[in-house]
């Protein structure tokens, strides 16, 4: 669900009506999705299942509910077929109908009825499909009944299938036949059809059989498919072919399903039939229990693309009706139904012009007025584009023709038109993305609905390009809060081109991002981010620690432990947790996301809930988060190039990707994360170096600056955290660290300068040392020595020196002066080791950051070298308890010498501050890790050895001592040389070993014989002697010292790097640490205690590694850090475009444009030359004309005699124009009716006549008119003339005159009667009767125009472009979806219309009818309904009633009249905009009602 401020449906009372979802049974239908990183593996899944269970499930589930057509009833048909066989009237040989079905039954002697003798039966053919030869592509297919209902076709599709709900429906038609298209217009369709598809989502919906333009989409989609990777994802392409017609269909039945089922593509014996496309992904085999028959599928096809245009789909945030879009490609007939069709129901056609035929015929004329496409115009039209066919137009054909083309023509909004490299077209994409907005554009919303469908569309195809180029246009002004539900929609659905095009076009992140967005955004995390997966751990455990039976709610505290975990705990929480008092504020109920916005703006929806937004501290840092974790590396970097803080903000999101690295399992999603954190630790080193460049002194500040925004920390503690090297050893920040190594003094003083101070520090009163700040230059001595012992080179200086004096005392003590009684010496050397224990106890408990003790303990001991202290002082303990106990005095002085070894390796640690040492410990440190690995292999050789050799040769050796000698020890000397001198034989000596291993000193005997020669094999112990060596001595020493070689080239190669960023610890260690060295560092302990434990003041922290600045001072720091980065950006940008990659991109660029010019020259050139022969033809036909002029004159003037007059041959061709000029009849009127001549008969199964423009006058001549009749029966037949068209019961009817009571004089005086039916006087419909008109004539009707002013805030009238804007009442019956004016036919004798009357209270009536008498007429005559007949229809009288006053008592009445209306009737006013959805033409009458009070309209 959308949060509140982002969703925006809270309409004005007067500007928004209910709108009741449609019902349907697709909720158990889910709503599939998929993240970028597994898309072509999830949709191979999800589409070609070949899991047992799913293959069960999917077999058992179509039988059930997905039918077939059989033909129950054979009867012989009088036609055979090829193979001379018996066929039945449904197309069928004998051999394939049922048993049953040749059996005499109760149909025996009746005629075959496909309405009685087709009966349905569980489908038998279903599964996947796979083409023979053509590789290991498998689709899916099922046979399924015409009569199937399209919502269960949709399910199949969209749940057992695994198909995504599309973003668009692209329903391609045209030829059946293969047909010829020019090359580069067949690349041009191929390319944007295929890119339109891919990019927006798009289902492909066609004929699926193996020729004509089903052929050409699908070598488009095969093309697509051999060229593209696997992320790119798979096009839908479903063919709705006819069961009956295709070739090979027997290898597709089985009833258990097949998978697959193996179909053989086989043109050459298909004969009539038609064989499967096999590119096409699904197929939906229609069957209607006939064989042979073409178009049964069309029924199907059309009620499903119906149904799937009429669903909604929320994906990404965004909530859009699925658009549906037909694309044409040459055809015949059928395709200009299908065509007409399409338009008459809405929806945008594109045809594509040069494809042949109908096609090209819409496309040659849709550039004319209506009125000039005439029926001589299409005649010479269809003569030419369809010469080589064998269509024959008869009269009645080409009238048809003729009104279908101009329905077409006439809906321009609907038709676009394809013309290669014409009208700024050069992809069809973006022709069939223009004509969907066109279309939506053209429809009518209330208020700005129309420009939200669009964006809303637009986002979902992901396609900016047509955002910029036809929504966000001078037309409409976007408000920046109008923007913000499809911001939240791009962000979710990783669409950052929009992101940035929202940002281009004002909004602002700062107000976007609210809490609730916040945590909209975090509900619709991707599911298989790993982020995603830890906080579900986190709201998991919650439950479990509350006892609670559902999940927990998303809230941002939850977010905030899951990033406290990836940060570090040295930072502080970004969300914490709310009190129970501000939870309501952090956790808003969050509507369903509706995008359908009203035109009402955040701004407002802030003034109606006060108090409910509730904005974050640092809303961009919250949205650069939240894309991080998902590793959306363009969103996280056009939202990191608005954030201001942005040095820290990288690091951080270096240190986030680092740590989900750790913890992901896909090793392409860790290269990536750490890829991306490389990236932005690159980020953060090119926008401190534009700082550093400028000014050292503020690049330093920024440093060690407290964020508040993420979490307290610092910029250096978060390149420390995340293990940045390449940023902490840049060279302003290791001049910081520097500067904090030297303290107050100069860095340039000298080491040897310090040294001499430290060995006679009287020296520091003089001006020996130089002091970096300039005002202890001329302080006292005690400032200066104060300065000089702080200053941290100096303590590390002092304590090196502590230490090696307290080694040496140690060590004189071990080796001379270790007594039973414990000298002066040895108690000093205690109470040194008891000051180290002090400093490492407050070392431990040292927490400025309120860490906690055990995170202290955590931090302490995750440092090698104070494990290495701990260990030195607990054997120190340990020998000097035992040396206590006079009994073990000698051991208490070998583990004191333990201590001591461990004392001495602590002596590296000191050394790391060197440059050159530095590094070499670093490398000792990796390489012991490689030795214990070695020790591993090592160990495996030595101890199989050992225990070999000791079995060989000494049998039952029970010391333990010597056992270990001679598996471990002995092995292991061997192979530095010490070979045993037994193990051959030829050293063998008894003397040396004892034989029955008495003796303790001497090893047992091998094996021996009673003449004291060597029993074991010789040959054997050698030979397994030398492999022993060859493995140990050559091959694996040699690895380790691979091994070795390859840690000191590694690290050698960064030694610079990780030298400095070790350093960092010593310098923060010693910069924290007591001046004085051990042990005089107690003096330092003895105040620390009295200052916590009595004075109980918090511990400080050196300000130098984290200041907290004012917010004067940070805000000017962060606005100087901010123009760095716009430096940076611009920096980049330039190397960038001046990088060689970027060349040989923008060189292939121009290579493409210059060939696209050439294609277009050399289509400009072939169109010139056939313009030239058009004119050539022309002259050559003037010619003639003049000729033939000539040798009339001369005839007539008897020069010449009539037989040897030539015979003069006709053009075969005309230009069009003159052509529709030269036959344009004359006195033809300005107006006809259009809504009274469509071809379907609104609420009924009637189709009208067609009757083209120029034939609508009763004057013109129309010999093929034959119109149905037609009249509905109504439920008052009383009240109405008689339903049928007999002379006697129309002859009692009295037309122009008023008849009783019904008034059947027309507004524009007599209409002419014929067979005693009244004549339309606007002309010809098409249909003869009354419809669903009450009385033959004139119907009328009546239609007040209520309107007020509209009126802002405090009451002033609204005005737009200048001029004054209206409210009008329009009302909604529950029998129509369309608004319309509150008026209809008055019933006979009746004043008031009835519909008027349903919404008004009766007492109302005659004050309504005293307002209508004082009304402005603005309208009477005929009304261009869509129910009006050749003998019926409706005239109206149109009144403007007008309040001028808001206060006026009448409207106040009215209101309260209306309220009180029927509670089914929707009323309201509505602000009068030309876009507004109105019934029939009734905009007209409010149009004129608009002009005559000089509204706005």
Known sequence: MLPLELNGVFPEEEDGYMVHPKSCDLEMVPNLRHNNRGFCKSRRKARFATDNNEKENLSSWIPENIRKKECVYFVESSLMSDTGRVMCECGYPKEQHLEEATKPSVFLGKEWDPKRHIQEMPTDAFGDISFAGLGPKVGKYVRVSVDTPPCLIYRLMTQHWGLDAPNLLISVTGGAKNFNMMPRLKNIFRRGLVKVAQTTGAWIITGGSHAGVMKQVGEAVRDFSMSSSCKEGEIVTIGIATWGTVHNRSSLICPTGGFPAEYVLDEESQGSLSCLDSNHSHFLLVDDGTHGRYGVEIPLRTRLERFISEQTKVKGGVAIQIPIVCVVLEGGPGTLETVHGAITKGTPCVVVEGSGRVADVIAQVAHRPVPEITIALVRQKLNALFRDTDELFTEGRLVEWTKKIQDIVRSRQLLTIFREGKDGLQDVDVAILQALLKASRSRDHFGHENWDQQLKLAVAWNRVDIARSEIFTDDHEWKPADLHPVMAAALIGNKPDFVKLFLEQGVRLKEFGTWATLLYLYENLAPASLFHGKLQKVLLEEKEHAACTQVPQVQLHHVSQVLRELLGDATQPLYPKPKHAERHRLSLAVPHIKLNVQGVSLRSFHKRSAGRVAFSMDPVRDLLIWAVVQSRKELAEIIWAQSQDCIAAALACSKLLKELSKEEDDTDSTEEMLSLAEEYEHRAIGVFTECHRKDEERAQKLLVRVSEAWGKSTCLQLALEAKNMHFVSHGGVQAFLTRVWWGKLCVDNGLWRVILCVAFFPLVCTGFLTFREKRLRPMSCLARTRAFFTAPVVIFHLNILSYFSFLWLFAYVLMTDFQATPSWREYVIYFWLFSLVCEETRQLFYDPDGLGLLKMASLYFSDFWNKLDVCAILIFIAGLVCRWIPSTLYPGRIVLSLAFIIFCLRLMHIFTVSKTLGPKIIIVKRMMKDVFFFLFLLAVWVVSFGVAKQAILIHNEE???????????????????????????????????????????????????????????????????????????????????????????????????????????????????????????????????????????????????????????????????????????????????????????????????????????????????????????????????????????????????????????????????????????????????????????????????????????????????????????????????????????????????????????????????????????????????????????????????????????????????????????????????????????????????????????????????????????????????????????????????????????????????????????????????????????????????????GAYY
């Open 959 to 1493: 010391r333990v001592d010597w056992l270990f000698r001679g598996v471990v020890y002995h092995s292991y000397l061997t192979i530095f040389g010490q070979i045993p001198t037994y193990i051959d034989g030829v050293n063998f000596n008894l003397e040396q070993c004892s034989p029955n291993g008495s003796d303790p000193y001497k090893p047992k005997c091998p094996e021996s014989s009673q003449d004291k020669r060597p029993a074991f094999p010789e040959w054997l112990t050698v030979i397994m002697l030398c492999l022993y060596l060859l493995f140990t001595n050559i091959l694996l020493l040699n690895l380790l010292i691979a091994m070795f070689n390859y840690t000191f080239q590694q690290v050698q190669e960064h030694t610079d790097q990780i030298w400095k960023f070790q350093r960092h610890h010593l310098i923060e260690e010693y910069h924290g640490r007591p001046a004085a060295p051990p042990p005089f560092i107690l003096l330092s302990h003895l105040q620390l205690v009295v200052r916590r434990v009595l004075l109980r003041r918090p511990a400080t922290r050196h300000q130098q590694l984290k200041e907290k600045l004012e917010k004067n001072e940070e805000a000017a720091l962060l606005s100087w850090e901010l123009c760095m980065k716009e430096g940076y950006l611009q920096h980049r940008q330039r190397q960038e475009k001046h990088s060689l990659e970027q060349k040989v991109r923008d060189v292939a660029h121009r290579v493409e444009a210059v060939a696209e010019l050439l294609d277009l020259d050399r289509g400009e050139r072939t169109g010139l030359v056939e313009q030239r022969l058009a004119g050539l033809e022309e002259q050559m036909s003037q010619a003639t004309r003049t000729l033939a002029w000539i040798v009339r004159a001369l005839r007539g003037s008897g020069l010449g005699s009539e037989e040897d007059a030539p015979t003069v041959v006709p053009s075969p061709a005309r230009e069009p124009k003159e052509l529709g000029s030269q036959e344009k009849p004359e006195g033809k009127p300005a107006w006809y009716h259009v809504s009274a001549r469509n071809l379907l008969y609104p609420s009924s199964s009637a189709r009208r006549f067609p009757v083209p423009d120029e034939k609508v006058p009763w004057e013109v001549e129309f010999q093929i008119y034959d119109p149905p009749f037609y009249t509905a029966h109504g439920t008052e037949a009383a009240a109405c003339d008689p339903l049928g068209d007999s002379l006697e019961a129309l002859s009692n009817i009295d037309y122009n005159a008023v008849d009783g009571l019904i008034d059947r004089q027309s507004f524009h005086g007599p209409y002419a009667v014929q067979n005693q039916l009244p004549l339309n006087p606007m002309g010809r419909t098409g249909l003869r009767g009354r419809g669903h008109l009450r009385c033959f004539g004139p119907n009328h009707a009546l239609h007040p125009v209520v309107t007020r002013w509209r009126r802002n805030m405090d009451g002033s009238i609204y005005r737009k472009s200048l001029k004054k804007t209206l409210e009008v009442l329009v009302v909604k019956f529950p029998s129509s979806d369309l608004w319309a004016l509150p008026g209809g036919c008055l019933e006979p004798g009746e004043s008031l219309p009835g519909k008027l009357r349903r919404v008004l209270r009766r007492e109302l009536w005659p004050q309504f009818q005293t307002l209508l008498a004082h009304g402005t007429e603005v309208h009477r005559g005929y009304m261009d309904d869509p129910r009006n007949t050749d003998n019926a229809w409706v005239e109206t009288v149109a009144v403007s009633l007008h309040f001028d006053d808001k206060n006026d008592p009448q409207l106040k009445r009215l209101n309260l009249g209306l309220q009180a209306g029927e509670p089914e009737t929707c009323i309201r006013w509505q602000l009068v905009d030309g876009r507004i959805p109105l019934y029939g033409n009734h905009k007209e009458l409010l149009r004129s009602a608009a002009a005559l009070l």
